[in-house]
């Protein structure tokens, strides 16, 4: 059992590892790009890949699985996203974004102490500001993840930096730390 939970975990920080060259700061790409990120933790996983199809806008696909602490309710989220750039500050040394990030799609819900599942049409609106330097990087999102009788609210704080100052089209390592919570599934923070 050990063995297999620590493969499963050694195979998400592989594709994790595979991933990180096509991570962005942002929710989406420049126009006509495609993007692809994944969030991995214990009780969330997320996978979404959009297209940009203006400077300003971008759609796809994600997938997010959900869990309580208690691993008592669970659900599996498939949606269909869409992503607009509201508001861009470009300043001489850094830039501060305002993004709108939301979903429709299909919410697979159980109940695992009721033995009850359900699939319900889900709606998944959210905000998120942004602003970076070369060097720097500041995030906050919140995310309203609703259905029939559900409203698991989700928010994050991120704040990162660059080891180094890049070169212009060169890839950049980052160190970005968060913190979250996903109410009504969990108590705590992560």
């Not at 979903?103 to 699939?119: A, C, F, P, T």
């Not at 029939?148 to 980052?174: C, K, L, M, N």
Request: glycine letters at 6%; one cysteine or more.
């Amino acid at each position: 059992m050990v063995n297999r939970i620590l493969s499963r975990q050694a195979s998400r920080c592989f594709l994790l590892y595979l991933l990180a060259p096509m991570a962005h700061a942002g929710p989406m790409g420049f126009e006509d790009s495609w993007m692809t990120m994944g969030d991995i933790g214990p009780n969330w996983r997320e996978v979404f890949v959009n297209y940009a199809f203006s400077p300003r806008d971008a759609a796809g696909l994600s997938q997010t699985y959900m869990r309580a602490d208690d691993d008592n309710v669970s659900g599996d989220l498939t949606e269909v996203t869409y992503t607009r750039l509201l508001k861009r500050w470009n300043m001489p040394e850094a830039q501060a974004n305002l993004w709108f990030i939301g979903g429709i799609g299909d919410l697979r819900y159980k109940d695992h102490e009721q033995d009850e599942r359900s699939n319900l049409p889900a709606a998944t609106p959210g905000i998120q500001a942004d602003y970076e330097t070369t060097r720097l990087y500041f995030s906050a999102l919140q995310r309203l993840y609703r259905a029939s009788g559900i409203d698991h609210d989700y928010s994050s704080v991120r704040a990162g930096f660059a080891f180094f100052e890049p070169h212009y089209e060169s890839t950049q390592p980052w160190l970005i730390i968060e913190a979250r919570k996903m109410n009504g599934l969990s108590e705590s923070t992560e």
